[in-house]
Structure formats: structure tokens, C-alpha cells
């Protein structure tokens, strides 16, 4: 009886740590922030990071982080060792890849290190190391707010920011629809349930989703 308690004690902390919006796969985050009009963030990892773990533990359990990756961002922690193959723009050509060939396309040399992308899948910038949790909120809200084409980031940072991200309803095919529904870990559709903000909400009435809207939630997939 013992020996099940102190599993039990080991095994919680990584529970309670998770990002509950984290996916495993790079071809899934690039396709859902297109389809959900947010920007993408990539992890590069690795099995043996001792500073991955840190930034999963202690960055992505802060609050005001979780809050605007799930307004505003879809973010996955990928490994070399992924099974299967990952598809990126090379040029115009539509170059599918092994991770370990994704690795060195985008030149890592230590993990972790972030990759943001547009919201139409175009490079934006990189973060190589890790990033406490009060230094990644200011990096997000630079992102989100997209001030990076007015400003520099020094400059944005001292000045005093509340962004949380930009509510939309984003109009969607069957076809996108249903990818949100299957393969978003926070993507709810909407019967009636409590209202949590940062949720992605997919509903097929027009009606519903401005009320969703109204009530502050950061993104409504409505099906078109």
C-alpha cells in the first residue's frame, strides 16, 4: 500500500503542471491556427531537456500564460523522435519531412527552442532557451497585439499591457469544423454549458455564436 501512495505522489505533479491546450504534432498546430486565426507556437524538444521540463512546469502553468495561449495561440512540443512525417513550405513546394529533417530545417541547436508562426503558417520569429513565465507573458502580448509592426519589443516592453487577445467569431466548412472538434484538446461545442472565455467554442447557429461572442469569448468557430 505504501509503495502505491508514493507512485501516486510522484506521478501528480506532471498532472498538475500539463497545459491542457498542448499538442504533440506539427502539422496539426500549423493547420488549426490557420483554421482558428491564431498565431502557432512550436516547441522544439528533446526527451533528455532538463530546461523543456522547467519551461512546461513552471512557464506554462502560470495563469496569465495558459490564459493567452488558449485566446490567442495554438501551441505543440515536438520531439525528433516523432513517428510519422511533417509537411512545411519549402520555397512554393509543399515539402514533406521526417521530424529529425524538420529539426535541422529549422536549424536547432538546443532545446528548447520556440518557433512562432502567422496565422498563415509564414515564419514570424524564434526563441531559443528557456523563459520564465514573467518574461513569455510580454513575449505573447507582443505577438498577439501583432506590435512588432510598429514597434520593437524592447519599447513595447516598457509600457503597461492587459492584452489577453482579440474575440472573433471565425466562420468555417464542415470540413474545419470538424478538424477543430477532433483535434483541439480546448475546442467545446456549445450546448448550453458554463461559459469559460478561453475555451473554443463551436456552434452551428449564427444566434449562438454572437451571444458567445457578447459574453467575451476569445474565439467562436461557427459553421458556415
Known sequence: MKKIIF?????????VFSYSGMLDDFDTAIKLAQIEDKEAIVMFSDTSCVYCVKFVKETLSDETVQNLLRAGFVFSQIYKSNPGTASYIVGE???????????????????PTLWFFTTEGALLTNLPGFVPAKDFVPILRFIGEKAYESTTFDVFRSKTSDYMG????????????????????IAVEYEGQDVDIY??????????????????????ILLN
Not at 473554443?200 to 467562436?220: C, I, K, N, P, Y
Request: proline share 3%; aromatic share 12%; charged share 25%.
Open 7 to 15: 507512485v501516486l505522489i510522484l506521478v501528480l505533479p506532471a498532472m
Open 93 to 111: 513546394e509543399l515539402k514533406e519531412m521526417t521530424y529529425n529533417d524538420l529539426y535541422a530545417y529549422f536549424q536547432i541547436r538546443g532545446t
Open 166 to 185: 482579440n474575440a472573433k467569431i471565425v466562420r468555417v466548412n464542415e470540413e474545419e469544423y470538424n478538424y477543430v472538434l477532433e483535434n483541439d484538446p
Open 199 to 220: 475555451t473554443v467554442w463551436l456552434t452551428r447557429d449564427e444566434s449562438t455564436a454572437e451571444g458567445l461572442l457578447e459574453e467575451g469569448v476569445f474565439r467562436v
